[in-house]
């Protein structure tokens, strides 16, 4: 073997490193965490009832309700809701029927377990009271 030679093996032994690095990046598949202790409900239980009191301190929740503006409701929850956690929110009035004629969603509750929390309103313009489900899960 000549001494010419010596560099020309280094940068094919570095050629064929990096291409076996990015063939396994490549090959492996996303790595997801799998929550399924019951602490990590009890947070997500947390985070959907510390969302709906921050919505209605200023009595916005109600407002958004009475006016049926489903979109910009749905747009504060994504806001406040961190990433990661997808939900389903429903309105129900005082008999217990649905008010929201719109899906009010972000993302799609398929997972092993969903909180859901209900939070009782009382609307203060109209003086109604609504029965709201939201439901919670993290995305896989």
């Given at each position: 073997?000549?001494?010419?030679?010596?560099?020309?093996?280094?940068?094919?032994?570095?050629?064929?490193?990096?291409?076996?690095?990015?063939?396994?990046?490549?090959?492996?598949?996303?790595i997801?965490?799998?929550?399924?202790?019951?602490?990590?409900?009890?947070?997500?239980?947390?985070?959907?009832?510390?969302?709906?009191?921050?919505?209605?301190?200023?009595?916005?929740?109600?407002?958004?309700?009475?006016?049926?503006?489903?979109?910009?409701?749905?747009?504060?929850?994504?806001?406040?809701?961190?990433?990661?956690?997808?939900?389903?929110?429903?309105?129900?009035?005082?008999?217990m029927?649905?008010?929201?004629?719109?899906l009010?969603?972000?993302?799609?509750?398929?997972a092993?377990?969903v909180?859901?929390?209900?939070?009782?309103?009382a609307?203060?313009?109209?003086?109604?009271?609504?029965?709201?489900?939201?439901?919670?899960a993290?995305?896989?």
């Amino acid at each position: 073997m000549r001494r010419g030679n010596s560099g020309q093996i280094r940068v094919l032994e570095a050629f064929l490193a990096t291409a076996v690095v990015f063939s396994a990046l490549l090959l492996t598949g996303p790595i997801y965490i799998v929550l399924e202790n019951n602490g990590d409900q009890e947070v997500l239980y947390s985070i959907g009832v510390n969302v709906l009191m921050e919505l209605d301190r200023d009595g916005e929740l109600g407002r958004l309700i009475a006016q049926s503006n489903w979109t910009v409701l749905s747009e504060r929850l994504s806001c406040l809701l961190p990433l990661g956690v997808s939900y389903n929110l429903t309105v129900y009035n005082e008999n217990m029927q649905v008010v929201n004629n719109a899906l009010v969603s972000g993302g799609s509750l398929v997972a092993n377990k969903v909180v859901s929390v209900q939070y009782i309103l009382a609307e203060r313009t109209n003086f109604q009271f609504y029965v709201i489900r939201l439901q919670l899960a993290w995305m896989k």
